[in-house]
């Protein structure tokens, strides 16, 4: 599972796919691509993201990726 912190993080906040887009510029297609097939965020996306909705939390924790964790 891709960027497992992010989707766990958004459930309880209740942030959806489209606030994603709206931030990053991206289709909605797009963000669900990135969070479960292929693809990744930018780093100015990611930074976005993280001020926007998640102030609190790291970069490192939000997008860390399943294939990340040793």
């Given at each position: 599972?891709?960027?497992?912190?992010?989707?766990?993080?958004?459930?309880?906040?209740?942030?959806?796919?489209?606030?994603?887009a709206?931030?990053?510029?991206?289709?909605?297609?797009?963000?669900?691509?990135?969070?479960?097939?292929?693809?990744?965020?930018?780093?100015?996306?990611?930074?976005?993201?993280?001020?926007?909705?998640?102030?609190?939390?790291?970069?490192?924790?939000?997008?860390?990726?399943?294939d990340?964790?040793?």
């Open positions: 599972m891709r960027y497992k912190n992010l989707k766990v993080e958004m459930v309880i906040r209740g942030y959806t796919i489209n606030d994603l709206r931030i990053t510029g991206k289709s909605r297609n797009a963000i669900s691509k990135n969070m479960n097939v292929a693809g990744s965020f930018t780093v100015e996306q990611a930074i976005a993201i993280k001020k926007e909705l998640f102030p609190e939390l790291t970069i490192d924790y939000l997008f860390a990726r399943a990340d964790v040793a």
